[in-house]
């Protein structure tokens, strides 16, 4: 049994990176398979961030082969409305 928040788009965020990964493991999946896949990225520009709490941020990431390595390109504005 999981509890999920009562808005919508929370609801679908929660269940994509918490009830699917755990329901993997559950199924016997080994860890590996269980988790999102990750890369570490740097972002194309400051973000504003929340002092008082984590949040996560929508974001495009995309290979800078100049760079050589993975850029971060916000979405634009975070309402709770947008996946």
């Keep these: 049994l999981f509890g999920v928040p009562g808005n ?4 679908v ?7 699917e990964p755990a ?12 988790v999102h896949p990750q890369v570490d990225a ?3 520009a400051t973000l504003k961030l929340d002092k008082e709490r984590p949040e996560y ?8 082969s100049i760079q050589g390595r993975f850029v971060a ?11």
């Design 8 to 11: 919508p788009v929370s609801c």
């Design 73 to 83: 390109d916000s979405t634009g504005g975070q309402i709770s409305s947008r996946l």
């Design 23 to 34: 329901l993997r493991c559950f199924a016997g999946l080994p860890p590996h398979q269980c």
């Design 42 to 44: 740097c972002l194309s």
């Design 57 to 64: 941020h929508r974001a495009l990431v995309r290979w800078d």
């Design 13 to 19: 965020v929660t269940a994509r990176l918490l009830i």
